[in-house]
């Protein structure tokens, strides 16, 4: 049964810096989960995908994070990161961890299979 726990979320100024983490079990290892992914929904807006990263380590960036945010995972450790910079006001919203066990492991196209329950980030 994977489980993921999201945690990192606060308020922040515009130009701060955050980092998302989310602790993975049920797998193995965190290396063996086939994509992960970070998620996020501001209120009244839809959920976006944001970044994703391939078991071998490819990523994703949805464009307006590109050269700001940065998604890594420490496999020892089974955590999961998202490392924000420049924040902005409209980052703001609750992001979600998510773990997919196939398809495309990209940012637009990703339907994962795991869900964490979201850490809110807000920037003002």
């Known amino acids: 049964h994977v489980q993921l726990v999201e945690s990192g979320g606060n308020v922040v100024q515009p130009g701060g810096s955050l980092r998302l983490s989310c602790s993975v079990s049920?797998?193995?290892?965190?290396?063996?989960?086939?994509?992960m992914g970070w998620f996020r929904q501001a209120p009244g807006e839809e959920r976006e995908g944001v970044a994703t990263?391939?078991?071998?380590?490819?990523?994703s960036y949805t464009d307006s994070v590109k050269g700001r945010f940065t998604i890594s995972k420490d496999n020892a450790k089974n955590l999961l990161y998202l490392e924000m910079n420049s924040l902005k006001s409209e980052d703001t919203a609750m992001y979600y961890c998510a773990a997919a066990n196939s398809g495309f492991c990209y940012y637009e196209r990703l339907q994962p299979h795991y869900w964490g329950q979201g850490t809110q980030v807000t920037v003002s």
């Open positions: 049920g797998y193995s290892n965190i290396s063996s989960a086939y994509c």
């Open positions: 990263i391939l078991r071998l380590g490819r990523t």
